[in-house]
């Protein structure tokens, strides 16, 4: 009986002893079997965690630095995972123009829905390639609404909300605000107004700690948040940080914002009128029969990408020009000179190129999207003569590349006349500049985004005067950036405002 009772009990732990070593041998056999091939440098990989323990909190610093020790071309081991990290113009110009096709994989982290392949293939920003559909969703999105003839029909929608955005302010005067929260509310609304011809949160929202405002937040921290389960696929299923849990009730939240909406819209039939005047995206979607799943995931990702970059680059925006009151002071000039009336137009910001100048100054020291979306390699590659595997996690520090000195004088102080007489845009071009990515992944809604920024930012100068809280001097600013899928202000930018006469 003893002896039966010990064989069961050895054999229970060689079985256990089993499931926990093998998932361990065959991440450092996958280490090894890495590092065998002709891989870009990069730091010393130690057993099982690979570089992960080198890695801090802003990812975009931790790996400008790593560059600088082991240069523009590196590799990383993170788990069992491979990361190459190219942090030059020259480095960027191969992976996203000369090999483009090669990179335009989508590395797609476990705690997006999108991993799930009955959805990725609905998805704009993370399919994992470039399929006919991807290339038909992306069409679709130029054509109705990221195309210069729809930014211009548009415009009616930014003014309306922007006016509304300036009568709150006024109703603020004197009190401490959040500026990025109030914000957001006239961003997301724009984009509510483009997609589906609603607003779908209130100013009065913005302190709440529920709700829209708190899921949509939630979801951009925890697609940033690091994941065992990216490190290590074998233990995906297992999600033992609860990530991928907590992003499903996030979107459950954010779609319910606009489930209603839909399911109004196809029970009124109105997207088949083809008389009736000011579609929306929604009625073009219902139109060529889009499931409802189709259209939730689309519109996430739409309002992620719009509302988020738009409000933190305008923040980034704020703080700059508080930091530099000459320069502030060269945009009233501006305004004064150029804008007639007692409101600023979206036709007024062609004559505006001093504050021009300052928003591709901001894009150039806080870009949107530090490290762009990841990319997967979609077959095994040579780079400036180094290897790079099929699977491969690519991503390009444009942070890093906009703050290089090769590339840029006294890269970190904030100098819009940089932008006066360059030929430089944020078209994907220029590969020392490139805060909107480059390639067949660039950022379709650049145009908007930029028009909306800039129309924003300049009602705010002409309309107030903006002062630090408690006597507050602009060098005690906390310029420290907290990394995510978008760099946003470490501490919130925190102001008072007096309308001006």
Request: aromatic share 8%; glycine share 4%.
């Amino acid at each position: 009986m003893a002896t039966n009772s010990l064989t069961s009990g050895d054999l229970k732990s060689f079985i256990i002893s089993l499931f926990v070593l093998l998932p361990i041998l065959w991440i450092i056999l996958k280490q090894y079997h890495s590092r065998n091939k002709s891989l870009p440098p990069g730091p010393k990989a130690w057993p099982v965690i690979g570089n992960l323990a080198e890695l801090g909190a802003n990812l975009h610093i931790e790996l400008a630095k790593l560059a600088q020790a082991y240069g523009p071309l590196m590799s990383l081991s993170l788990g069992s995972q491979l990361m190459v990290v190219g942090s030059s113009p020259e480095v960027a110009m191969e992976i996203l123009k000369t090999h483009d096709r090669l990179f335009s994989g989508r590395y797609v982290a476990h705690v997006s829905y999108a991993k799930n392949p009955l959805k990725n293939h609905v998805s704009l920003a993370f399919t994992t390639e470039c399929t006919q559909q991807w290339k038909f969703l992306r069409t679709l999105c130029r054509s109705e609404i990221f195309s210069s003839k729809m930014i211009e029909n548009q415009y009616y929608i930014r003014e309306k909300k922007l006016n509304e955005l300036l009568d709150f302010l006024v109703s603020k005067e004197g009190e401490k605000i959040k500026i990025a929260q109030i914000l957001f509310v006239t961003i997301f609304n724009v984009l509510g107004n483009i997609l589906c011809s609603k607003d779908l949160i209130s100013f009065e929202e913005t302190q709440d700690s529920s709700g829209l405002n708190k899921a949509m937040r939630e979801i951009v921290e925890l697609f940033a948040t690091p994941n065992i389960s990216d490190f290590y696929p074998i233990l995906s299923g297992l999600d033992l940080q609860g990530l991928s849990k907590k992003a499903n009730e996030c979107v459950k939240i954010i779609h319910s914002a606009w489930e209603g909406i839909i399911k109004d819209r196809k029970a009124q039939k109105l997207f088949q009128d083809s008389s009736r005047h000011n579609k929306d995206l929604l009625d073009v979607l219902l139109h060529k029969d889009f499931t409802d799943d189709q259209i939730n995931y689309l519109f996430l990702e739409l309002f992620i990408a719009g509302s988020d970059t738009s409000n933190s680059t305008i923040e980034w925006a704020m703080t700059e020009l508080i930091k530099k009151p000459k320069c502030l002071e060269k945009i009233r000039q501006e305004l004064e000179r150029e804008i007639s009336g007692n409101v600023i137009k979206e036709s007024d910001l062609s004559q505006l190129s001093y504050l021009h100048a300052c928003v591709k100054e901001t894009l150039r020291l806080h870009p949107p999207v530090p490290l762009l979306l990841p990319r997967r390699v979609n077959e095994t590659c040579k780079v400036m003569n180094y290897t790079i595997p099929e699977g491969t996690q690519v991503v390009v520090n444009v942070w890093a590349i906009a703050r290089d000195p090769k590339n840029w004088e006294d890269p970190l102080t904030f100098n819009p006349e940089r932008f006066l007489h360059s030929e430089l845009d944020y078209k994907g071009n220029d590969f020392e500049w490139l805060p909107f990515g480059a390639g067949r992944r660039i950022c379709p809604g650049m145009n908007m985004g930029i028009a909306q920024v800039r129309l924003i930012l300049a009602s705010l100068i002409y309309h107030f005067d903006w002062a630090l809280p408690d006597n507050m001097s602009p060098h005690q600013l906390d310029m420290n950036e907290k990394f995510g899928v978008n760099l946003h202000k470490k501490q919130p930018l925190v102001v008072t405002l007096k309308k001006r006469t």
